[in-house]
């Protein structure tokens, strides 16, 4: 089998930066921030399958394939080496590349992710609430799936978006494929993956892990990951939600650049000392 074939747009110089949105987003999904980021990483914007301009998964299409399609889409562009940014079920699929590919992944920036939920009973009830919004999809088509998945309270901070910006959000969004939507709701369900709590300790690169200060359940997780990622910082954004690189572009950008800025450098001055080369205290 030749794989699934992911669309990637590609903008920017620099160092390269593989960006993974969340559900129901696509590679656009990251334009409040993309002008900040391609000023200084040459940036890999990834459709996920059924996302985007990406075609639906084949079935089963499983977490450890949709890895391995991503790995030989890199490969393909000839990029051994490049740092993740990933969002919500981005992040996951970030952190499952970073555990998977280590010596590929050279740093980690994980937006308003979970790694993923232990208890059985948590993980039974995700999996029918999962199941259930999957159902409702072929019940009511995209148009009105959308505009009730956006009426979760995780979203409620975008009632402080103006109307333009949650009117490309609900395009985007709607642009997904039902057979795309599905199968991220039912295969890649937090109530169905593994969870990765116990592999955070295997993380070898440096890591980000950022979540708004208005999202209490994914701020109590950061907090956690933080504490559980071998180098890892974590930030909490204030004015934002779930959605910091959509609520809050600026500072989100800022602090990515930031982290990825001071990790290259700190990479430089190891490999000087390993050289044996002089080091400029």
């Known amino acids: 089998m030749d794989g699934q074939r992911l669309h990637v747009r590609i903008a920017g110089s620099g160092p390269p930066l593989l960006l993974l949105h969340g559900f129901l987003g696509s590679g656009e999904s990251w334009a409040p921030c993309l002008q900040s980021l391609t000023s200084e990483r040459t940036c890999v914007l990834m459709d996920l399958p059924g996302h985007g301009r990406s075609a639906p998964p084949p079935l089963p299409y499983p977490m450890s394939a949709l890895i391995d399609d991503i790995e030989a889409t890199l490969a393909r562009l000839q990029l051994s080496e ?5 969002y919500s079920l981005g992040g996951r ?4 590349l970073a555990l998977s590919r280590p010596d590929a992944v050279t740093e980690l920036v994980c937006e308003s992710a979970s790694p993923g939920i232990v208890d059985a009973a948590e993980r039974r009830d995700r999996r029918a609430a999962d199941a259930e919004w999957a159902s409702r999809i072929e019940e009511v088509g995209m148009q009105a799936f959308v505009a009730a998945w956006e009426q979760q309270p995780i979203f409620g901070s975008h ?3 103006n109307a333009a910006a949650r009117a490309e959000q609900r395009r985007i969004r709607a642009s997904t494929t039902a057979s795309g939507a599905q199968w991220a709701l039912r295969e890649l369900s937090q109530g169905r993956q593994p969870a990765l709590w116990a592999e955070l300790g295997k993380l070898r690169c440096p890591s980000l892990v950022m979540a708004g200060a208005a999202d209490r359940k994914y701020r109590a997780l950061a907090e956690r990951m933080g504490g559980m990622i071998p180098d890892a910082e974590v930030r909490v954004v204030s004015g934002a939600g779930h959605t910091i690189h959509l609520e809050q572009p ?3 950008s800022r602090l990515v650049l ?3 800025r001071r990790r290259a ?3 430089e001055r190891r490999m000087d000392v390993s050289s044996g080369m002089a080091v400029n205290a």
């Open 258 to 260: 930031e982290f990825l």
């Open 82 to 86: 490049y740092a993740v940014l990933g």
């Open 250 to 252: 600026r500072a989100f």
């Open 265 to 267: 450098s700190n990479n």
């Open 93 to 96: 699929i970030a952190l499952c």
């Open 159 to 161: 009632e402080n978006l």
